[in-house]
Every structure is written in C-alpha cells, then in structure tokens.
Nanobody, 123 residues
Framework: QLQLVESGGGLVQPGGSLRLSCTAS????????IGWFRQAPGKERERVSC????????RYTDSVKGRFTISRDNAENTVYLQMNNLKPEDTAVYYC????????????????WGQGTQVTVSS
C-alpha cells in the first residue's frame, strides 16, 4: 500500500522552529518529486514547497522563502521541511504528497497524500 506519513508538527511560539518529516512506505519515493502543502481553516490548500527526485531543484512559495528549507534523504525514503522563524500565519495542517513526475509539477499532479500534521504558531 502506497503511503506517506507526516510527523513533527506541534505548538510553537512565534519565532520558533519545527522540522516536519514525510516518510514513504509501500513505494520508492526517490523517483518522484515531493511537495509540502498546507491548509489553514477557511483557506484553500497551498503548496508551500517542493523538491525534485534528485533534490537538485527546490521551490518555495514567496511567504516562506528564507525561512523554510526542504530536503530529502533518499536512503531513508524521507523528505523534510525545516521551518524557522515561524509566524502565526504559518498555522495550518501540513501535508506531503508525491508528484507523478520527478520534477516539481503543478499541484494537481500530486497524489498519495499523507494524513497531515498540525502546526500551530501561537504565544
């Protein structure tokens, strides 16, 4: 069974850091680009970041550039999202998903969604 599992969310104060993990099982995620998405209450889901299969290409939405870093360890079948200088507007459920392609592609081409992990930034 193809599955992605997110972990690492939690409650953090503004300015704090969290590292999210996305671990694949049932398939080799190494061949696919992986994206991190988030959805806040009442808002549409947005793609936060993505990384190509080789890790050589990384993309970020403007609001997280300079604060978030995506990386992957293909030996561990895991993709990470290091989130620094967190802001209250980063509060959301964060999901990872695998693209149908090896490169960062349009959001509609992502499948095998994880169950999500809650990130709450609040004092």
């Amino acid at each position: 069974q193809l599955q992605l599992v997110e972990s690492g969310g939690g409650l953090v104060q503004p300015g704090g850091s969290l590292r999210l993990s996305c671990t694949a099982s049932g398939f080799t995620a190494n061949y696919y680009a992986i994206g991190w998405f988030r959805q806040a209450p009442g808002k549409e889901r947005e793609r936060v970041s993505c990384i190509s299969s080789s890790g050589g290409s990384r993309r970020y939405t403007d609001s997280v550039k300079g604060r978030f870093t995506i990386s992957r360890d293909n030996a561990e079948n895991t993709v990470y999202l290091q989130m620094n200088n967190l802001k209250p507007e980063d509060t959301a459920v964060y999901y990872c998903a695998a693209s149908e392609y090896s490169y960062c592609s349009a959001s509609a081409s992502y499948n095998n969604w994880g169950q999500g992990t809650q990130v709450t930034v609040s004092s």
